[in-house]
């Protein structure tokens, strides 16, 4: 590949990808609508698609307000933080065969480092903003995260057992015949549940909890920033969709359509799935959160783990 | 990639100075990532990319965020920095500093007297790193595990507590006396507050 194709790749998944986390906004809200009974937004334009032109110019056009009790170069950066990490985790993601903008060879464990690095964006700008609301949130994101990235990181071993790579492109290329998700149900589900719970979705949304901590660990934030961690939420529904269709449901493979269209699909679907999960499920308590993490999906993903293992290494005995 | 690791080392030394010299524990804290996250690059251009993606997870992504967990909950505000400027002073780093410079003055006549550019620079993979640590140094994997399982115990037996109060609804009538007990637990509160 020259180096021209290289920077086409990069921009086309940059700005299919911003667009993407701005059209969810609208997509969210004609969902929620349509499961709950309601329009939604249909207004402005064409099935009310200018509301996101209408959400972003409102969004630039707010007061950008610091609070001056906060630790402002902290406060700043905290919102980037979640966007840059979990933009970085899509350069490893193949999204059709060559269009990928790295082809890392520790591809899970480049995932999962973004992953435990979008922890900080929270805690940093709940403890920056120096309100005991956002600190609290803070304190439950950093536990609720920090703990599930522990069965997000051991129920993906079951994968790159079946298929001997971290590589994202061998493991798409490992489910030819049949999808992980036959063959691993049990890492699927807790792969999902954890993603949830990693880009702190309903009904995980726990160090948001807008009933108990106003906002939780954003609710100083205004503006562009707090705008920042609304697409970073949104990119990280994205990311956890399409991480589970190239783990779980063979990436681009499919029959007839060509495989971006296939990826855009699977994806989409995940993506609706995220937001039906909100629209139906209430949130648990923060107790029964952690308890429920490391009482029931510990050991179910370290049962799948030793399985797992134990019949890879029988099948590779009687070859 | 001389070039890669020389700029990585140089972010790492100088995120670590900034490491020691910092009065507010939190920055403190985020310029020790940055430290880990260069750590991190030195090893991906040594060719080891498991370890670098294991630096990144284990100490950027899951220690440090404990340790400002912990930070956080201390609450340290503008007092401690004071306190901490107190402490820095020139009598308290001068002796350190001049025995890490003659170490340093002899890793530079070290490196200026032989070949550094003789160290050979293979790629260690996830393979390479798992067959190693469980075929030739599978016991001391082993004992390092029962390490673990000795603090996890130890974090147990620490967070275990027995309910020694109980709602008075919930408390269960016992031997006869629930009355009696129930009595007791209305009355604890109200001797704290004596």
Known sequence: ?????????????????LNIAAGLIWLERRM?????????????????????????????????????????????????????????????????????VADLNVGILFFLAMSSLGVYSIVLGGWASNNKYSLLGALRGASQMI???????????????????????????????????????????????????????????????????????????????FGMFFIGEYLGVTMISAMTVVLFFGGWSGPFLPPLLWFTIKTFAFIMLFILLRASL????????????????????LINLMATGAIALWLRGSH | MNLLFYISSAIAIIATFMVITRYHPIHALLYLVASFLSV???????????????????????????????VMMLNLGDD???QEKQWLTAKVWLGPSVLVVILLGELI???????????????VDARKVSAALYGKYVVAVEMIGFLLMAGIVGAAHIGKHHRKLTHRFLAEPQNGNGADAIQEIQKEPLETVN
Not at chain 1, 282 to 301: A, I, S
């Open chain 2, 80 to 82: 401690t920095a004071k």
């Open chain 2, 109 to 123: 006549w070290l490196i200026l007297k032989g070949n550094p550019s003789s160290v050979e620079i293979s790629v």
């Open chain 2, 40 to 70: 991190a690059m030195i090893f991906l251009s040594l060719g080891a990319p498991f370890i670098a993606a294991l630096e990144v997870i284990i100490y950027a992504g899951a220690i440090m965020v404990l340790f400002i967990f912990v």
């Open chain 1, 147 to 225: 703990s599930y990235e522990v069965f997000m990181g051991l129920s993906l071993m079951g994968v790159v057992m079946l298929t001997g790579s971290f590589n994202l492109g061998d493991i798409v290329a490992a489910q030819h015949k049949v999808w992980y998700v036959f063959t691993q149900p049990l890492g699927f589900v807790i792969f999902l549940i954890a993603g949830i719970a990693e880009t702190h979705r309903l009904p995980f949304d726990i160090p948001e909890a807008e009933s108990e901590l106003v906002a939780g660990f954003h609710a100083e934030y205004s503006g562009m920033k």
């Open chain 1, 32 to 100: 929620l609508a349509l499961w709950q009974d309601r329009l939604g937004p249909n207004r402005a334009g064409p099935f009310g698609l200018f509301i996101v032109l209408a959400d972003t110019l409102k969004l630039f056009f707010k007061e950008d307000w610091i609070p001056p009790f906060a630790d402002k170069k902290i406060f700043v950066i905290a919102p980037a933080i979640v966007v840059a990490s979990v933009l970085m985790t899509f350069v490893i993601i193949p999204f059709a065969p060559h269009i990928v």
């Open chain 1, 1 to 17: 590949m020259t180096v021209m194709q290289h920077v086409w790749i990069v921009l086309g998944v940059l700005f299919v990808l």
């Open chain 1, 282 to 301: 209430p949130r648990p308590r923060y107790d029964q959160l952690m308890e429920y993490g490391w009482k029931v999906l510990l050991p179910l993903v």
